[in-house]
């Protein structure tokens, strides 16, 4: 298994899920920064030129929600994705694409200020998103209730991006709380260390 990854951007979800799953894996740095998604050859591990990307035994996935879910189901013992007859398996999928699906360009409308009607855009607006998120992490601890998912991986990163990083999620108690809770994750603070340097985590 190997991670394509870059300090500092989406690469950290899918660090973390690795690092919550526990299997080996290679971290190939791929340095956004410096141009190294532009060299030839990166579109055969991702057409976009983005990362994060995984490459597992040939096959290889983009997109940090999908690459999520791939990692989840790949590894059913780690219990990061309800199986396929599992009652909370639908509630866990309507989260994984919500958070790509309705954060994703939600966060981007309020960063830029743009003027969506409601009724067009897919995630009706900025505000309808934010208060489905804290409806649901006011109740419990994780979104499943009390099973901590690879959907909390995408949906408390994007949070903590758009609170911390974009500024445009406003510091309510829920979610700080549940900031507070995915940060108190061991593998999180693996993944985090790794990420900046502090641990090496795999071959870099
Ligand atoms: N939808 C993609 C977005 C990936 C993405 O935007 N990655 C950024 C870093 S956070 C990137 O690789 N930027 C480099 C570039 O666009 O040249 C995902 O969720 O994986």
């Not at 997109?63 to 059913?76: G, M, Q």
């Not at 960063?111 to 309808?128: K, V, Y």
């Not at 406003?170 to 809770?181: S, V």
Request: proline letters at 6%; one cysteine or more.
């Amino acid at each position: 298994m190997k991670l394509y990854w870059s300090p500092h951007t989406r690469s950290i979800r899918v660090l973390w899920l690795l690092e919550e799953i526990g299997s080996p894996y290679e971290r190939v740095l791929v340095d956004i920064r410096q141009g190294d998604q532009n060299k030839p050859g990166f579109e055969k591990i991702n057409p976009l030129r983005k990362v994060p990307a995984i490459e597992d035994d040939g096959v290889h996935v983009a997109e940090s929600a999908a690459i999520c879910a791939y990692l989840a189901d790949k590894f059913p013992g780690a219990g990061l994705a309800p199986r396929l007859d599992d009652r909370l398996r639908g509630p866990y999928l309507q989260w994984m694409y919500f958070a790509a699906g309705n954060m994703e360009p939600a966060f981007f409308q309020a960063a830029m200020n743009l003027e969506i009607p409601e009724s067009q855009a897919g995630w009706g607006s900025f505000d309808r998103c934010i208060g489905v998120i804290e409806a649901a992490v006011s109740q419990h601890n994780w979104l499943l209730g009390e099973r901590f998912s690879a959907a909390d991986v995408l949906v408390a990163t994007s949070l903590y991006y758009g609170m911390k990083i974009m500024g445009i999620v406003p510091e309510k108690p829920a979610f700080l709380a549940y900031i507070g809770r995915a940060a108190a994750r061991p593998a999180f603070q693996r993944a985090q260390m790794i990420d900046t340097g502090t641990i090496d985590g795999g071959a870099a």
